[in-house]
């Protein structure tokens, strides 16, 4: 069982930067990890991917501005957000997934607006 907790979220400025840190209970270093959202009635929508190995996957509407990134030593991934935009404005939550296995935080908020 992997436990996982988000921080960072906040209100930010269009063109501004936050920084997500989703920090887990147990060693990370085999699972993917990936950054979801979700906007208020919307489907929950993948953002980032990071393999075990560090391969990197974005959806289309954050690619450039975003980065996901991952310290297997900490049990911790991060996701850099530049460039927001109000449409970036959501809950974000953190997966972990193995073979059988997935866990997601609780979420945390974005929101964008000035």
């Known amino acids: 069982q992997v436990q996982l907790v988000e921080s960072g979220g906040g209100l930010v400025q269009p063109g501004g930067s936050l920084r997500l840190s989703c920090a887990a209970s147990g060693f990370i270093g085999n699972y993917v990890m990936s950054w979801h959202r979700q906007a208020p009635g919307k489907e929950r929508e993948l953002v980032a991917t990071i393999s075990s190995a560090g391969s990197t996957d974005y959806s289309d509407s954050v690619k450039g501005r975003f980065t996901i990134s991952r310290d297997n030593a900490k049990n911790t991934v991060y996701l850099q957000m530049n460039s927001l935009k109000p449409e970036d404005t959501a809950v974000y939550f953190c997966?972990?997934?193995?073979?059988?296995?997935?866990?997601w935080g609780q979420g945390t908020q974005v929101t964008v607006s000035s």
């Open positions: 997966n972990a997934r193995s073979v059988g296995m997935r866990y």
